[in-house]
Every structure is written in structure tokens, then in C-alpha cells.
């Protein structure tokens, strides 16, 4: 067996392109806080939460692996059945795409589907890193998502999501601004449709895949944003977090803006993050949370004690 300290692999490390800038970002906000688990552990459990098609999981291990290489990574995916987001069946797939990407392991028992209520199918601080990408804007119980997060994290365990919070202007999955902030049935309907007349949003498209009417639309996707959308306030969000006895920050919400940037501009993406002093930290957290999506990141960890 290896023995500690087990380092990283050296930064020239050339990764696969990232299908998404989720990914890519939440891959570097991983990298950047396994600096303090890595180096003294040599098996590194992590639980993609919400993972989906499994796109992420699969690029979080195929490029974790080459950052760390003297590292073994077991990684598990849990998503829910009831969520009402998910397609009938898309678990299977999932399950196929994992095992085409990475035979070597077996995806059937690292792969969990279950109720958003249920208790997460792992022991007490069984996991050393959680990921999330844009789940918890559609997550029903904030304050049972984040008291299962501390349940199952080892000591010293983080975890990290990112996801729009109630703050943001441009709604993301209607493209409709502020569409998000109406809560009664009859508004947003109403809302959502007037939109649809000046061309904002995506009832084009709708129209052109399903043929649906614009009434049959905006009543369609004004239950959308009622039953399956549950943003939440930065504030809220962090009393979660310290309700369940994590630590929580918003410290790496500016680096997804700039990873934009560059992309835009050609550079090469970065896979680690440096901490940023408190006045630019403050300032990108106050801007940002108006922009589009926020990085959280949480950690199981307290020196205090009586």
C-alpha cells in the first residue's frame, strides 16, 4: 500500500475538453479543495447529488484521476425518482453511459435512485467530497439536503454546487427574466405568455419540437416554475448550511465568470483555484448572485469547541 503524502499530478496535466463550463469549473473547484484531503488519504470517496446523465461524473473521474494520480477514486451518483424533471428511464441510460466511458467500474451498485425524502444509501461519514450541478434550485427540502450532506461527510469532508440562487435577474431555464420571483399560478401564466408575444424565452422552440399552443405553454410552464423550481435566497441557502453544522462559502462564485472569460477569449481553462483577499471575495459574491448561477461550497469541519 502507498504511504502519504500522496501529491498532485504537475500543472502541465492536459485534460479532456469539459462538455460544459459546469463541469469544467466545479472539476477546478473539486481539484482546489482536495488540496487538503488528497494529500494525507489515499482513497478519496465522491457522491455526484442529482447526477443525471452522468456527463459530469464521468469527466469529474476521468479528470480527477489525472490530477491525482497516486490517488484512488471510488466514485457514486444518486439522483431521485420523484422529482418530476428526469425523463421515465433516464437512470438506465445513465448507468450505459458510465459503463461505456469507464467498464472498469461497476456502475449498477455506485448508482442510487430514490425518493427526494429518503435518507442518501450511504453510511455515516462515508463520502469526502459531494458535488451538485444545478440541482438545488429544483431540490424540495434544502434544510434535508444539507443535513444528509453533513450525515455522510467524513470529517473534514467538503462539498461543492452550483446553482442559481432567487437573486438572479435572467430566469435560465425559461429564459424569461425575473419569471421566478411571481409566485401566484395565474401571474406567471400570464407573464410567461406575454413574454412568449415579444419573442422572449423558449416557446419557439417548444412550438417547433411539440406543436404546442402559446395558452398550452404558458400554463404548461407556469407549473414548471411553480412544482419543479425552489430558489432560494443566499441568506436562506447559508442558514441551511449552519443549521446542519457546515461551514459555507460562496468563496469560488467569481472563478465560474472568469473561467467564461477565458473560455471566450481563448485562454487555456485553469483546474485550481487561489484564495482571493476579502474585499474582491465580498464585492464578486454581492455582483454575481445577479448573473446567473453561484458556487457553494461547505465543509464538515469545527475547531470551537466549550
Request: charged share 20%; net charge positive.
Amino acid at each position: 500500500m502507498l504511504e502519504g503524502p500522496f501529491p498532485p499530478a504537475t500543472a502541465d496535466v492536459q485534460l479532456a475538453r469539459a462538455s460544459s463550463l459546469t463541469h469544467q469549473h466545479l472539476l477546478a473547484v473539486v481539484n482546489t479543495r482536495l488540496a487538503a484531503i488528497a494529500p494525507t488519504k489515499r482513497v478519496i470517496t465522491i457522491c455526484d447529488v442529482g447526477c443525471g446523465n452522468g456527463v459530469f461524473l464521468s469527466y469529474l473521474a476521468s479528470g480527477l484521476r489525472l490530477l491525482w494520480p497516486r490517488n484512488e477514486f471510488h466514485f457514486y451518483g444518486i439522483d431521485v425518482s420523484d422529482s418530476g424533471v428526469q425523463a421515465e428511464g433516464f437512470f438506465a441510460s445513465t448507468i450505459r453511459t458510465l459503463a461505456a466511458a469507464h467498464p472498469e467500474v461497476d456502475w449498477t451498485s455506485r448508482l442510487h435512485l430514490i425518493r427526494s425524502t429518503e435518507r442518501w444509501p450511504f453510511d455515516d461519514g462515508a463520502i469526502d467530497v459531494i458535488t451538485s450541478n444545478q440541482v438545488l434550485e429544483h431540490v424540495r427540502d434544502h434544510a434535508h439536503f444539507m443535513a444528509e450532506s453533513y450525515r455522510v461527510l467524513a470529517t473534514g469532508g467538503v462539498g461543492t454546487h452550483l446553482f442559481p440562487l432567487r437573486h438572479y435577474i435572467w430566469e435560465g431555464h425559461l429564459h424569461i427574466p425575473l419569471v421566478h420571483k411571481i409566485h401566484q399560478h395565474d401571474l406567471v401564466r400570464k407573464y410567461i405568455k406575454a413574454m412568449s408575444y415579444i419573442g422572449l424565452g423558449v416557446y419557439k422552440g417548444h412550438r417547433d419540437q411539440f406543436g404546442h399552443s402559446r395558452d398550452f405553454f404558458a400554463e404548461e410552464h407556469a407549473d414548471y416554475m411553480t412544482f419543479m423550481t425552489n430558489y432560494k435566497s443566499a441568506r436562506e441557502m447559508l442558514a441551511y448550511c449552519k443549521a446542519a453544522g457546515l461551514r459555507s462559502t460562496y468563496a469560488h462564485t467569481w472563478e465560474f465568470y472568469e473561467a467564461l472569460l477565458r473560455k471566450r477569449l481563448g485562454l487555456k481553462p485553469r483546474h485550481g483555484y487561489k484564495e482571493r483577499g476579502f474585499m474582491f471575495s465580498l464585492l464578486s459574491y454581492l455582483f454575481c448572485r445577479y448573473l446567473s448561477s453561484v458556487t457553494l461550497t461547505t465543509e464538515k469541519h469545527q475547531l470551537y469547541s466549550r
